[in-house]
């Protein structure tokens, strides 16, 4: 049990483990923002979800898409397409012995343009916001790859 | 390589291994009823894959949308959302040291939640099997994002 | 410190890392991918994204799925789908002390499967090769999975 612990109370780890639970979390919540506007807008795309709103006709004809819906699944979307690459290559970074300052600085930018990024996607804010938030995000993840390949190369 | 082996030793971390690759298999199962739906209700979405039904008219009718096939696809998003985090969250979480119990407690019920989410979504089940089974496995993994937070929160 | 820097000198941890960044990296790229085909092909999904073509009527137009767009987004897709259980699974057999030789295999196979794949999507080539990079990668994954269960089951 103790080797495992050492693992934890690394400080670098450590910043790792909170800003990836902070960017998951944030993932998470586009799950409920989607059933909060699939409830409110009448949209929903199963027919035993619309069992609640009556049956027959009522029910069906809010088998449907609104706007709102499919713009909060597209950020989700884009979440998975840019937390899952984080998730993989910034635990490598962890593990690669970067600098902890160095390492705070990469977590707390990815950290803050997916943040940017969701906000800039659901209000919407015009562009290049949400572009430009993306590609902070985006960038961030490249330098860790950087990192952890020339730290760890074993082809 | 002493080193590596002592944490796949660990009963913690040999549990999340175990209920990892448990809901991985199950995500990974999606691929394969996708593939039997879209075969066997002639419902492609690549003309290439088409080609193998005879060229021209005949092939291009099974350019579609099927619903069996869009049901599975909603299946395996859900999969992606959720078990993404659950990736991420349960590794920190089986680091951060917690009680063999507690931790498989924490780990069966989200794999179980999240089979009978498949179960529900694909028979489909009425609501709120569906529902409450997506909740279970999302509330399992905000107690486990806690957990690491108070263990390792380091901003 | 010097805990940490143990696992990413270990040959098949830093095996597992080039492989994993060079595979998430691949997917990345299809991000980029997507914005350059949605710019030259002027197929947003995004009001917003429309406003440099300028406003009104001349804008809306560009409001259109493209057939090159969606193909790069369904590549995408599958990427995530494939990547996400290789990033666990794979991460977890590295873990299992496996060959240093075996571990390559699986690592090469499934990272060449899935640069096959993109090309045979994006060409797009006649199937089954797209089928069969797809079950080559899916295969290995089963592989390394059936390899974690063996060494670390805890039900």
Redesign the interface.
């Known amino acids: ?1 103790a ?6 109370d ?6 790792y ?2 800003y ?2 902070i960017v ?2 944030k ?2 919540l ?2 409920l923002i989607t059933a909060y506007f699939r409830i409110t807008r009448k949209a929903f ?2 027919p ?2 619309t ?2 709103f009556g049956k027959g006709e009522s029910a069906k004809k809010n088998l449907r898409t609104d706007p709102d819906v499919e ?1 909060v699944r ?1 950020g ?2 884009n979440d ?6 984080f ?3 910034g ?2 970074y ?4 970067p600098e902890l300052s160095t390492a705070l600085l990469h977590f707390r930018i990815f950290a803050g343009a997916r943040i940017v990024h969701t906000f800039a996607y659901l209000i ?4 290049p916001s ?1 572009g430009l938030s993306w590609a902070v995000g ?1 960038t961030v ?2 330098l860790m ?1 950087y990192r ?2 020339k ?5």
Chains 1, 2, 3 share one sequence.
């Open positions: 049990m080797k495992l612990t050492q693992l934890i690394n400080e670098v780890f450590r910043a483990a909170t990836t639970v998951l979390l993932m998470m586009m799950s795309v199963n035993e979800d069992a609640v713009r597209r989700h979307l998975l397409e840019n937390i899952v690459p998730l993989g290559i635990l490598l962890a593990l690669s012995g919407p804010l015009p562009q949400r985006y993840t490249i790859a952890v390949l730290t760890a190369l074993y082809l």
